[in-house]
């Protein structure tokens, strides 16, 4: 009976079931494929790369970095975010910088004194007073002789992306003012790793040794060393002045830095990427430079408020001269034509 009652209220024409039932069919089919489309498409992947150097947020390293970060997640739309790691979180720089070899670290801002431990032509641009200023380090680097050598590493397994800095390099110590070459002799100086470096120091007499940054603060406090050199933002940004009273403006060494990228993230990026890349690297570069020219002119007052003795009128020749019986050395190792070249270059 109440089938009867359910077709007299519900009656079907000759051939509209299966009409009805393939309408319905079609809509389950279409709303199945959809819903299956829609809950297996991946959401855009982001891969997070890490980014290491050894100063402190608030440096001349970490405004590039900063710099890079937001570049590299703007110009990849997020396919690409930096994670920074300061304060040698990865290691001091040349373990750092094997580990990007390796692959093991994605990008690190490594600055110039331990690049010639894999480089070592590029140690041409750590002798002592080989550049007369800024400008004319930056003329070099920017030009066709410091490109070349940023293309040198690919050989190396590295791929270093652009110049940034690091500045330049000034003596700090706890026992005197260091107004002259003869002032170094005895000091027990502490030195990156960098043989043509060790090489300048010695000749002026002072008792030099290799260090890893991480372990610098330390060995200053505890008196392992007397004193030290580094630019002003990482003599600020690591508090030296905390354990030195002294500093003098030698500028002795311009100290460069790079942005290193893994060769395995290298090739895993595409044409266009890989060129956001290098141009978020060159924006990073100048961050730093900007950063370390700031410091550079306002940190010296503000190390001096802070109790330092500040020598500054140095008489740059006195030291270079001092420093002339191991230019035989560099002649030797980097050829005098270039570095004549490079002193030449407005």
Same mark, same amino acid.
């Given at each position: 009976?109440?089938?009867?009652?359910?077709?007299?209220?519900?009656?079907?024409?000759?051939? +509209?079931?299966?009409?009805? =039932?393939?309408?319905?069919?079609?809509?389950?089919?279409? !709303?199945?494929?959809?819903?299956?489309?829609?809950?297996?498409?991946?959401? *855009?992947?982001?891969?997070?790369?890490?980014?290491?150097?050894?100063?402190? /947020?608030?440096?001349?390293?970490?405004?590039?970095?900063?710099?890079?970060?937001?570049? !590299?997640? +703007?110009?990849?739309?997020?396919?690409?975010?930096?994670?920074?790691?300061?304060?040698?979180?990865?290691?001091?720089?040349?373990?750092?910088?094997?580990?990007?070899?390796?692959?093991? @670290?994605?990008?690190?801002?490594?600055?110039?004194?331990?690049?010639?431990?894999?480089?070592?032509?590029?140690?041409?641009?750590? @002798?002592?007073?080989?550049?007369?200023?800024?400008?004319?380090?930056?003329?070099?680097?920017?030009?066709?002789?410091?490109?070349?050598?940023?293309?040198?590493?690919?050989?190396?397994? /590295?791929?270093?992306?652009?110049?940034?800095?690091?500045?330049?390099?000034?003596?700090?110590?706890?026992?005197?003012?260091? +107004?002259?070459?003869?002032?170094?002799?005895?000091?027990?100086? +502490?030195?990156?790793?960098?043989?043509?470096?060790?090489?300048?120091?010695?000749?002026?007499?002072?008792?030099?040794?290799? =260090?890893?940054?991480?372990?610098?603060?330390?060995? /200053? %406090?505890?008196? *392992?060393?007397?004193?030290?050199?580094?630019?002003?933002?990482?003599? %600020?940004?690591?508090?030296?002045?905390?354990? %030195?009273?002294?500093?003098?403006?030698?500028?002795?060494?311009?100290?460069?830095?790079?942005?290193?990228?893994?060769?395995?993230?290298?090739?895993?990026?595409?044409?266009?990427?890989?060129?956001?890349?290098?141009?978020?690297?060159?924006?990073?570069?100048?961050?730093?430079?900007?950063?370390?020219?700031?410091?550079?002119?306002?940190?010296?007052?503000? =190390?001096?408020?802070?109790?330092?003795?500040?020598?500054?009128?140095?008489?740059?020749?006195?030291?270079?001269?001092?420093?002339?019986?191991?230019?035989?050395?560099?002649?030797?190792?980097?050829?005098?034509?270039?570095?004549?070249?490079?002193? *030449? @270059?407005?």
């Amino acid at each position: 009976m109440q089938t009867r009652a359910l077709a007299h209220a519900f009656p079907f024409k000759k051939g +509209r079931p299966r009409t009805l =039932l393939f309408i319905g069919v079609t809509i389950t089919v279409l !709303i199945s494929g959809w819903l299956s489309a829609s809950l297996s498409a991946p959401a *855009q992947s982001s891969k997070t790369l890490k980014f290491g150097y050894i100063l402190s /947020l608030n440096s001349q390293l970490a405004a590039g970095g900063a710099v890079f970060a937001d570049e !590299i997640a +703007r110009r990849t739309n997020g396919r690409y975010k930096v994670e920074q790691y300061p304060n040698s979180a990865l290691g001091g720089e040349v373990e750092m910088l094997k580990g990007v070899q390796l692959g093991t @670290i994605d990008v690190a801002f490594i600055t110039g004194a331990p690049l010639p431990n894999f480089l070592p032509e590029v140690g041409i641009f750590n @002798i002592p007073f080989l550049f007369r200023d800024l400008t004319h380090a930056h003329s070099v680097l920017d030009g066709t002789i410091g490109q070349s050598y940023l293309e040198k590493f690919r050989a190396k397994n /590295l791929v270093a992306l652009a110049w940034g800095e690091n500045g330049m390099r000034h003596i700090t110590n706890s026992k005197h003012e260091i +107004r002259i070459p003869e002032d170094l002799k005895g000091l027990k100086l +502490r030195l990156p790793q960098s043989d043509v470096m060790l090489v300048g120091f010695k000749a002026l007499g002072a008792d030099v040794n290799p =260090l890893p940054f991480p372990q610098l603060y330390g060995a /200053l %406090q505890s008196g *392992q060393f007397d004193g030290q050199e580094n630019p002003i933002a990482t003599i %600020q940004s690591s508090k030296f002045n905390q354990v %030195q009273k002294y500093l003098t403006l030698t500028s002795h060494v311009y100290d460069p830095a790079i942005i290193f990228l893994s060769v395995d993230i290298f090739e895993e990026l595409s044409a266009s990427d890989k060129k956001e890349f290098a141009e978020a690297a060159k924006l990073a570069g100048e961050a730093s430079r900007k950063f370390a020219a700031v410091a550079e002119a306002k940190g010296v007052a503000e =190390l001096a408020q802070g109790g330092m003795q500040i020598v500054t009128n140095v008489d740059r020749t006195k030291f270079a001269s001092a420093m002339a019986v191991a230019n035989q050395e560099f002649d030797r190792r980097f050829g005098s034509s270039l570095i004549d070249q490079i002193r *030449q @270059i407005k």
